[in-house]
């Protein structure tokens, strides 16, 4: 991925910090944008000083005004992009759609689906201008199927699932490829944290590996590892669809 340029959204914590580490090493420059400024500074630190090349941008992918910067300073710094991950996303809540807080459930479109088509705008035009590009889009298993408390965070990884492949159908004549990654249970922030609250070692996380076929959860680092796949020129003729990355959970 030498001379090549990857945006990571939501590249301070988990999944996308894991990809931004794992571009780096295969020699991509990195555009780090997360909500939080801190993390994303952490993460480009951390890249540095391992001989990496990245950079932090703060940006809201729910806002419009945002993203457009973010575009902006790519397009200024480093004459469009090669790469980029939709990363970014969250999981208001765990409950039964009788009792969801339907605000939370606005606020996860925004972020999940939403945000992810304003991004997916830029990057199209970012990539037609330059002749080709690899995109990649965070779904989940739950963009297959779904689980008990999950209406709402389904219902935004299908619309991922959709969103990926009309925006490959339209883009393959500019030699731009879509695609999406499935993880189960990953060991992260969004589960382990402010998001679903399931602590390592308790009886409810072992309920979650439990429910894995493998009988465990995955590690950031594996789910980059098929992200960084796909981008690559190795997929060079995948586009449209997605691949699993859930320990055989959708084998079932
Ligand atoms: N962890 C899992 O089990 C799992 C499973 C399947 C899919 N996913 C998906 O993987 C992606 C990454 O999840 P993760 O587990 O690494 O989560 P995480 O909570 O560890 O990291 C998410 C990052 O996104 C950032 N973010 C949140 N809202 C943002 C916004 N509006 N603008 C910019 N950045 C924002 C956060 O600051 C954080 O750094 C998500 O799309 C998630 O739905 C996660």
């Not at 801190?38 to 992918?61: F, K």
Request: proline share 3%; aromatic share 6%.
């Amino acid at each position: 991925m030498d001379q090549k340029v990857a945006l990571v959204t939501g590249a301070g914590s988990g999944i996308g910090r894991a990809t931004a580490h794992k571009l780096a090493r295969n020699g991509a420059t990195v555009v780090v944008a997360d909500l939080d400024l801190e993390a994303a500074e952490a993460t480009v630190n951390e890249i540095v000083a391992s001989g990496g090349a990245a950079v932090a941008q703060r940006c809201d992918v729910t806002d419009p005004q945002d993203v457009a910067e973010l575009f902006a300073r790519i397009e200024e710094d480093f004459d469009g992009l090669d790469y980029a991950v939709n990363n970014a996303g969250i999981c208001t809540e765990v409950a039964s759609i009788a009792d969801y807080k339907l605000p939370l459930m606005r606020k996860m479109m925004a972020v999940n689906v939403s945000a992810v088509f304003n991004c997916l705008q830029h990057e199209v035009r970012s990539m037609r201008r330059k002749g080709s590009g690899a995109i990649v889009n965070l779904s989940s298993i739950f963009g297959q199927v779904s689980g008990p408390g999950y209406a709402g965070y389904t219902a935004t990884k299908h619309a991922v699932e959709g969103l990926t492949k009309s925006v490959a159908l339209e883009n393959a004549e500019y030699g731009i490829r879509v695609n999406c990654v499935r993880p189960s249970v990953v060991q992260t922030p969004l589960m382990t944290g402010k998001d679903v609250h399931v602590e390592p070692g308790s009886d409810e996380w072992a309920a979650y590996e439990d429910a894995n076929p493998s009988k465990r959860a995955a590690q950031p680092e594996e789910i980059a590892a098929g992200i960084a796949w796909l981008l690559s020129d190795e997929a060079s003729f995948v586009s449209g669809g997605g691949i699993n990355l859930d320990g055989a959970y959708l084998a079932r």
